[in-house]
């Protein structure tokens, strides 16, 4: 090796090698920046679009639910009109939904002992179904509890009577009460005598086609109002005098 050689200028090809190495790898960082930018983009956009349908979710949520809101009608509009009711519109029919209470004290019906007053309440809730502004369909349930004195005050001694049951009404005429058909099921009334069981009882189903199935012990009075059955008046008159 001639003197002074290790500084001597290096081959020609030395450089050119050089050269492709660093173009090769500038290539390369390129390459790798730009599926770095490309995987970033692909990422944000993803984000977005997921954000984007969360947002259309629930705007068409909430655009549902205000659809599917029940529009509140006038009872007045309605053929016939229910009384105490609230009533919506629920697509295909008007849906109003009643309660009604009472209390009272009446005279009831007449025994050989004298009068026999009724003291009680009643509670009863009712849903009726109306087409094009008619009732077509009713249905009710009601609770009845109270008391037979020979007192208008309902004092002792007194004989306990109460009643469940429900009944349903489907209407041949569209908004005529008078074309019901009526099936009626439960505990009509019942009679409950002190320290003994049931008097008079009527409890079952009676069909549209007013045939009764089930417990039927009825109390029987005359147009004025007497009880007509020598039993039951004198199991009557024994409960409710002293």
Excluded at 48 to 70: D, H, R
Excluded at 86 to 95: A, L, N, P, R
Excluded at 107 to 128: D, K, W
Aim: aromatic share 8%; net charge negative.
């Amino acid at each position: 090796m001639p003197r002074g050689g290790h500084l001597s200028k290096p081959p020609m090809d030395l450089y050119e090698t050089h050269t492709e190495d660093m173009i090769i790898k500038a290539e390369k960082k390129q390459r790798q920046r730009s599926i770095i930018l490309a995987y970033a983009q692909r990422s944000l956009m993803k984000r977005a679009t997921l954000l984007l349908a969360a947002m259309l979710a629930a705007l068409l949520l909430a655009g549902g639910v205000a659809l599917a809101a029940p529009k509140t009608v006038d009872p007045n509009t309605l053929t016939p009109p229910p009384q105490n009711a609230e009533c919506k519109e629920t697509g295909q029919y008007v849906i109003c939904h009643g309660v009604f209470d009472d209390a009272f004290v009446e005279p009831e019906f007449t025994l050989s002992c004298g009068t026999v007053y009724l003291t009680g309440s009643v509670h009863a809730e009712g849903i009726r179904w109306y087409s094009d502004g008619l009732l077509i369909k009713r249905f009710v349930k009601q609770h009845e509890e109270g008391t037979l004195s020979l007192s208008p005050t309902g004092a002792q001694p007194t004989v306990r009577v109460f009643s469940h049951f429900n009944w349903q009404d489907y209407y041949a005429i569209p908004g005529d009460e008078d074309s019901a058909i009526t099936t009626l099921h439960g505990n009509w009334f019942k009679f409950q005598l002190p320290g003994s069981g049931a008097l008079l009882h009527v409890a079952g189903i009676d069909l549209p086609d007013e045939t009764h199935h089930g417990v039927e012990r009825a109390l029987i009075t005359d147009d004025e109002g007497n009880v007509v059955d020598p039993e039951v008046d004198a199991a009557l008159c024994e409960a409710l005098q002293p």
